[in-house]
């Protein structure tokens, strides 16, 4: 009778037992990844990396000057309007959760300017410069005491002129305008 060859070969039950002892740490550490909450888990890594968030934000706005540089240099086009926009959009995006909330409606208001406009060329450079400008002074002023109205202020300000200046780029779409020019969510701070 012929003997069957070793359907296990010698190396096989040691893959095998490996194997095993992996899925076994695996289920283990989703074990232990499922009993936490992940908002507490979030709030704790947060928590472990807020002192850096003050120079994190100023990378940032020192990204968007860098941006701006550009632009005034090479002027806006297809190639200087990318980081410009990202470098608006992050900080937009990142100013609550680094604890500088009042700089995310003059970034807000940079990135509705360079969505908008329908040919960037027209985008006046002191428009840009005043809102990069705007992000900036928030930033260094960010320890004032009256820094939400200076910055509620100062906002509200560019967005009147960022809305005056996409009515008028946009006055061959009216449709579009409708959008864009819609009443804003959250009201604007009264002026006095």
Known sequence: MAQRPNS???GADDAANEMTAQLRRLAKAAAALSADDPVESAEAALAEHSSEFGAWMYEECERLEAARQDVVR????QKTHGPLFR???DIKG???TFGYPALAGAADSLCRLL???PQLTRIPIAL????????RAIFREYGRSDLTEMASTLTARLRDVTDEFLEHENSFRPDYLDTILAPRLVPA???R
């Open 87 to 89: 470098a608006a959009h």
């Open 189 to 191: 701070a009264r002026r």
């Open 94 to 96: 990142e100013a609550a």
């Open 115 to 117: 969505e908008h406009t």
């Open 8 to 10: 296990n070969p010698a």
């Open 74 to 77: 090479l002027g806006l086009n």
């Open 128 to 135: 840009v410069n005043q809102h990069v400008s705007a992000v």
